[in-house]
């Protein structure tokens, strides 16, 4: 079964981090559905995409409004928004393959970011 296409996609940085949230993130499928107060966290296995949680619950667990079903669109969107972060946040990036920048991103933390460009600018951060 094919996934909804990501048709277009804005990511918000978070400039100063305080805490694990990253960025906040809005993602349009197949141009008809539009997903909102998506949050990018970096938590202690790497990046992650957090869908929003329902205010009105009270309880320990979370509620989440709207998540993907299908593992293979979570999978997309969950690239796709780290992908445009790091463009955003580290354009010299855009010089790697991307093969090689989503491998990494999406196993490590941001340790990896200041590797790639230490070794792109020849230098250390």
């Known amino acids: ?36 107060g998506l949050k990018l966290y970096n938590g202690d296995n790497g990046l992650f995409v957090s869908y929003p949680n329902d205010p009105a619950h009270k309880g320990e667990d979370y509620r989440q409004l709207f998540y993907p079903v299908d593992l293979n669109l979570r999978d997309s969107i969950e690239k796709a928004i780290i992908q445009e972060y790091y463009t955003t946040m580290y354009p010299e990036l855009l010089s ?30």
């Open 1 to 36: 079964m094919d996934t909804l296409p990501i048709t277009n996609m804005q990511v918000f940085p978070v400039r100063e981090p305080k805490g694990k949230l990253r960025a906040y993130a809005r993602v349009l499928l197949a141009e008809q559905l539009q997903l909102t």
């Open 96 to 125: 790697l393959p991307l093969e090689e920048v989503l491998a990494r991103v999406n196993r490590e933390t941001d340790k990896v970011v200041k590797t790639i460009l230490e070794k792109r600018l020849g230098g250390t951060l």
